[in-house]
């Protein structure tokens, strides 16, 4: 499975490298896993929402060698809206093959047009955003359909795991999270 993170200045730091830490992470605890995690942008350099540099691991534009595409939130999202090509380019992938966001990512899935109709969930502050065209749940993550969506910030690592147990298994997403130490939410 190759798994792309889609990256752009303004992205959220943690909605990225969160689910990043838990797919890598289970790579790196079995390295015969069929599981490649690589960020994807239009340039190398990317500034995130809180001033964190990130080199991305390849500049494409195209999608077409991924088979699951996470898109992040953050603030940025207000420019990647207004990226029409990049738009058409998810909405042509959601169409076929899974697409992931965090946060705020489901923002720019729903200007894509891969919401309409469906359940999804984003930040508490962007349900708004959402609303009128998806069904608003308040869940850390929610799938319908090949769209998968997770809460805001920290549900990151909810994804990742969530990712882990629908293409591995759960005692694989139980292993990365014990040595994560990560204990989940309680509760919206």
């Known amino acids: 499975m190759r798994v792309g993170i889609l990256l ?3 992205v959220e730091e943690l909605d ?3 689910v990043y830490e838990v797919l890598a992470k289970a790579k790196q605890l079995h390295p015969q896993l069929d599981l490649s995690v ?3 942008a239009h340039k190398e350099t990317v500034t995130a929402a809180l001033g964190l540099k990130i080199l991305a691991h390849d500049v494409r534009a195209d999608l077409d060698d991924l088979d699951l595409l996470v898109v ?6 207000k420019d990647v809206v207004k ?3 990049l738009l058409k380019r998810i909405l042509n992938f959601g169409t076929e093959k899974p697409v992931a966001s965090v946060c705020t990512g489901a923002v720019i899935l729903k200007e894509a047009g891969l919401l309409a109709g469906r359940k999804a969930t984003t930040h508490r502050n962007a349900f708004n955003e959402l609303r009128g065209v998806a069904e608003v749940v308040e869940e850390r993550v929610v ?3 090949l769209v998968t969506t997770a809460g805001g910030v920290t549900a990151a690592i909810d994804l990742g795991l969530y990712l882990l147990r629908k293409y591995f298994d759960g005692e694989l997403a139980d292993e990365v999270a014990e040595r994560i130490e990560y204990s989940p939410a309680k509760g919206p």
């Open 8 to 10: 752009y200045d303004g």
């Open 16 to 18: 990225a490298v969160g």
């Open 38 to 40: 690589r960020t994807r």
């Open 72 to 77: 992040p939130g953050g603030p940025g999202r």
């Open 83 to 85: 990226d029409f090509d």
């Open 143 to 145: 799938e319908d359909g």
